[in-house]
């Protein structure tokens, strides 16, 4: 089984930051939840779908959730750009929800340990490989994260992760 911690984990720190940015639209928030939704959703469809589409062959069921994600995708970003937080929530809450239900399992069952990690690598690179970037994500995912979803991302991540943010 692929352990998806730090989608869940990423998942949460979204839907946080939209209740917060339904109440107030701080300038520096918008720009942490914007960089990471675009890092998420580019490293997705980059190099998650692509390779879940291949692993599904004719599966009509799974090709048909992986249109969807990609359509939700579609939605998502010009209202980010419009910086419509009412409309923004409603359609990124529905797609968390939608991909946490039917595309995380879908991935469970086609992709393997290794083919999730090497997706992993490739959306930390996407977030950047200097201390600095790295802390900073690190700080925004883990900001006012319930203590159980703290201890399994801290258990999660690899030493030097835990170093950097300790720092």
Same mark, same amino acid.
């Given at each position: 089984?692929?352990?998806?911690?730090?989608?869940? +984990?990423?998942?949460?720190?979204?839907?946080?930051?939209?209740?917060?940015? /339904? &109440? &107030? $639209?701080?300038?520096?928030?918008?720009?942490? #939840?914007?960089?990471?939704?675009?890092?998420?959703?580019? !490293? %997705?469809?980059?190099?998650?779908?692509?390779?879940?589409?291949?692993?599904?062959?004719?599966?009509?069921?799974?090709?048909?959730?992986? +249109?969807?994600? %990609? /359509?939700?995708? +579609?939605?998502?970003?010009?209202?980010?750009?419009? *910086?419509?937080?009412?409309?923004? /929530?409603?359609?990124?809450?529905?797609?968390?929800?939608?991909?946490?239900?039917? !595309? $995380?399992?879908?991935?469970?069952?086609?992709?393997?340990?290794?083919?999730? /990690?090497? #997706?992993?690598?490739?959306?930390?690179?996407?977030?950047?490989?200097?201390?600095?970037?790295?802390? !900073? #994500?690190? +700080?925004?995912?883990?900001?006012?994260?319930?203590?159980?979803? *703290?201890?399994?991302? #801290?258990?999660?991540?690899?030493?030097?992760?835990?170093?950097? $943010? !300790?720092?």
């Amino acid at each position: 089984m692929i352990d998806f911690t730090m989608m869940y +984990a990423v998942h949460a720190a979204f839907r946080r930051d939209l209740r917060l940015l /339904a &109440h &107030h $639209l701080d300038e520096a928030r918008w720009d942490m #939840f914007t960089r990471q939704l675009l890092v998420h959703h580019q !490293a %997705e469809d980059a190099s998650l779908w692509p390779v879940v589409r291949e692993r599904l062959g004719g599966d009509a069921r799974g090709l048909a959730i992986l +249109a969807d994600m %990609e /359509a939700e995708h +579609a939605l998502i970003d010009p209202l980010l750009e419009a *910086r419509d937080v009412v409309k923004l /929530a409603e359609a990124l809450n529905a797609h968390l929800d939608h991909e946490e239900r039917e !595309a $995380l399992p879908l991935i469970d069952s086609v992709l393997t340990e290794q083919e999730w /990690a090497r #997706f992993a690598a490739g959306t930390r690179e996407r977030q950047g490989g200097v201390n600095e970037d790295v802390k !900073a #994500f690190l +700080a925004w995912l883990l900001e006012d994260a319930p203590g159980d979803l *703290r201890e399994r991302v #801290f258990a999660f991540l690899p030493p030097q992760a835990r170093q950097i $943010l !300790a720092s």
